[in-house]
């Protein structure tokens, strides 16, 4: 199952005056990251407000060799194909895109196409907080490499998040310790011991009584007996 976990920048919030100066996406094979990924910053071809530049870090002169949106629109068509869209708040950036398609007038992406993991996390953590940040806390995530958005860094993120939200690390076992299909991906499942260890829920008898059970200390025919005889013949 593919799927394209996608993330922008923009100079500001509005689509209808504000352009898009970063985008990535990464593909995904069931939930999992393939290697495959399309990232490009964009010129936005206008200036980029001074709070815009404190969130992303990006300025005209950083983007002063970067192509226009027009010029890598076949590139990210052809990336993103016909594949759902996981994208965290997924409205803004399905707005910004939509309006650079329209100035070429290109046909829209459907908002049904896309997959909000916003909505995602209050399904199953109703009440809580949904930033991209909060997420990857709860699920122990490591953001130590983000010190601002980014769309390359926030779609890593965001793809862990989401494997997360979908189920965890069980949507695909890997035993084998060569292969391809997760080489490069860096995913480490964290366990978190527990601070106390458990209470014993035993008393020293019934320890006592299962050991001589399983000793077969036992009157009856118990199973491991029968397997025992099955298996010597």
Same mark, same amino acid.
């Given at each position: 199952? $593919?799927?394209?976990?996608?993330?922008?920048?923009?100079?500001?919030?509005? *689509?209808?005056?504000?352009?898009?100066?970063?985008?990535?996406?990464?593909?995904?094979?069931?939930?999992?990251?393939? &290697?495959?990924?399309?990232?490009?910053?964009?010129?936005?071809?206008?200036?980029?407000?001074?709070?815009?530049?404190?969130?992303?870090?990006?300025?005209?002169?950083?983007?002063?060799? #970067?192509?226009?949106?027009?010029?890598?629109?076949?590139?990210?068509?052809?990336?993103?194909?016909?594949?759902?869209?996981?994208?965290?708040?997924?409205?803004?950036?399905?707005?910004?895109?939509?309006?650079?398609?329209?100035?070429?007038?290109?046909?829209?992406?459907?908002?049904?196409?896309?997959?909000?993991?916003?909505?995602?996390?209050?399904? %199953?953590?109703? &009440?809580?907080?949904?930033?991209?940040?909060?997420?990857?806390? $709860?699920?122990?995530?490591?953001?130590? &490499?983000?010190?601002?958005?980014?769309?390359?860094?926030?779609?890593?993120?965001?793809?862990?998040?989401?494997?997360?939200?979908?189920?965890?690390?069980? #949507?695909?076992?890997?035993?084998?310790?060569?292969?391809?299909?997760?080489?490069?991906?860096?995913?480490?499942?964290?366990?978190?011991?527990? *601070?106390? *260890?458990?209470?014993? %829920?035993?008393? *020293?008898?019934?320890?006592?009584?299962?050991?001589?059970?399983?000793?077969?200390?036992?009157?009856?025919?118990?199973?491991?007996?029968?397997?025992?005889?099955?298996?010597?013949?």
């Amino acid at each position: 199952m $593919r799927e394209i976990v996608l993330d922008t920048e923009t100079t500001g919030l509005d *689509p209808a005056s504000h352009r898009i100066i970063e985008i990535c996406c990464i593909e995904l094979d069931n939930h999992l990251p393939t &290697g495959k990924f399309f990232h490009k910053l964009v010129h936005p071809e206008r200036d980029i407000p001074e709070e815009s530049t404190r969130i992303h870090g990006l300025t005209l002169d950083k983007l002063a060799d #970067a192509p226009l949106f027009d010029q890598i629109a076949e590139d990210l068509l052809a990336f993103i194909a016909d594949s759902p869209l996981v994208i965290h708040n997924a409205e803004f950036d399905i707005k910004f895109l939509n309006a650079e398609f329209a100035r070429l007038e290109r046909p829209s992406i459907p908002m049904a196409r896309s997959i909000d993991t916003v909505a995602l996390a209050k399904r %199953r953590f109703p &009440g809580s907080r949904y930033s991209l940040d909060e997420l990857c806390r $709860r699920f122990n995530i490591d953001l130590s &490499g983000r010190e601002k958005h980014g769309a390359r860094i926030d779609t890593e993120l965001l793809a862990q998040v989401y494997l997360e939200l979908v189920g965890g690390r069980q #949507a695909r076992l890997h035993l084998a310790p060569g292969d391809e299909r997760t080489a490069g991906i860096g995913f480490t499942r964290v366990a978190k011991p527990r *601070p106390q *260890p458990l209470p014993a %829920r035993l008393l *020293p008898e019934e320890r006592e009584a299962h050991a001589r059970f399983v000793a077969g200390d036992v009157e009856g025919d118990v199973i491991w007996r029968w397997a025992a005889a099955e298996l010597a013949g």
